[in-house]
């Protein structure tokens, strides 16, 4: 079945200090998605990519999505107390079946 | 609009009990899901209902049931609870578009001694 993995597990910062988390999977997806977990709180959606080469801002957050549609990638800049939580990755394979497979996600702390 | 709800928020239950832990959405969205969320494991999915009276298994559904009552509710049930059960449960819906994101419920945290 399709499997995704998100690395690093974890990752500390110093904050202002950048951060990137990479997710990648093992079979080509129709798009792929990215949440973040606030502790003790639920995922909550932050964005979507579609097309291969694809890349997005949201503020200080840039995504991509790779060319192979195999990989993507979160990378925070300049990092605030208020990014700390775990980010997932989560795609949606080519077959239409409405399922998403979650990355195992990396959660961020920040060092103030 | 409430979004995704769960009942209960915390269950403590006692090996081989039973449980019913209920989920609605009011975003009108066709598909809802349950996940479990163990450490270092993500998110898995256990059950998800495409639409009102259709129900599949997903990654992880050994020792639960559910039942889609209606477009609004999903309901995940432990018949025999086991201590591997233990976790956080998520319900989800979402929208039947292109792209299928996601709406989670505040969760349950569930612990089986």
């Known amino acids: 079945g399709q499997q995704v993995m998100q690395i690093p597990q974890y990752q500390h910062v110093q904050e202002g200090e950048d951060f990137t988390t990479y997710c990648n999977s093992s079979?080509?997806?129709?798009?792929i998605q990215w949440y973040k977990q606030r502790p003790g709180g639920h995922p909550v959606f932050l964005i979507q990519?579609?097309?291969?080469?694809e890349v997005k801002k949201q503020k200080r957050l840039t995504f991509q999505f790779g060319e192979a549609k195999k990989n993507s990638s979160l990378h925070i800049t300049a990092t605030q107390t208020t990014d700390v939580g775990t980010y997932f990755c989560?795609?949606?394979?080519?077959?239409?079946?409405?399922?998403?497979?979650f990355g195992t996600g990396t959660r961020l702390t920040i060092i103030p | 609009n409430a979004g995704v709800t769960q009942t209960p928020k915390f269950q403590v239950l006692k090996t081989g009990q039973s449980m019913t832990l209920q989920c609605a959405q009011d975003?009108?969205?066709?598909?809802m899901y349950w996940y479990r969320q163990d450490p270092g494991m993500g998110l898995r999915l256990i059950y998800y209902?495409?639409?009102?009276?259709?129900?599949d298994k997903g990654e992880v559904p050994n020792g639960y049931n559910v039942s889609r009552l209606n477009k609004r509710e999903f309901s995940l049930r432990l018949e025999s609870a086991a201590p591997s059960q233990t976790s956080v449960y998520f319900c989800?819906?979402?929208?039947?578009?292109?792209?299928?994101?996601?709406?989670f419920g505040p969760g349950t945290r569930l612990t089986v001694t």
């Open positions: 989800a819906s979402g929208r039947q578009t292109d792209y299928y994101e996601q709406y």
């Open positions: 975003m009108n969205h066709n598909s």
């Open positions: 990519l579609v097309k291969s080469g």
């Open positions: 989560a795609g949606l394979g080519n077959f239409g079946n409405e399922k998403l497979t």
């Open positions: 209902s495409a639409s009102e009276g259709t129900t």
């Open positions: 079979t080509t997806l129709s798009n």
